[in-house]
């Protein structure tokens, strides 16, 4: 995955509560907080850029999604002459 040289440290506050839920669920994955917390994390990082680069659609999505691309681009009166004139 990432590099396992360890380098940076990361400091969080969070309530007693989390913080027993965080050791409970690293032990039961027999892992220290770091170990959990680091996995946990990277996988949520993973996740939530892969939701903004890759998308599914059916046959019918992804037809008016290429018909999409294809179209010619709408005129922008405004936006043209904004770029000309910058005001």
Do not use: H, N
Not at 37 to 61: K, M, N, V, Y
Not at 62 to 73: G, S, V
Request: without cysteine.
């Amino acid at each position: 995955m990432l590099s396992s040289s360890k380098t940076q440290r990361v400091d969080l506050r969070i309530s007693p509560a989390a913080k027993e839920m965080i050791q409970a669920a690293a032990q039961a994955q027999d892992k220290t907080v770091s170990e959990f917390l680091l996995d946990s994390g990277l996988t949520s990082a993973a996740e939530t850029l892969a939701e903004r680069r890759l998308f599914i659609l059916d046959d019918a999505q992804w037809l008016a999604f290429q018909a999409a691309l294809d179209a010619p681009p709408r005129a922008r009166p405004r936006l043209a002459r904004l770029m000309k004139t910058g005001k």
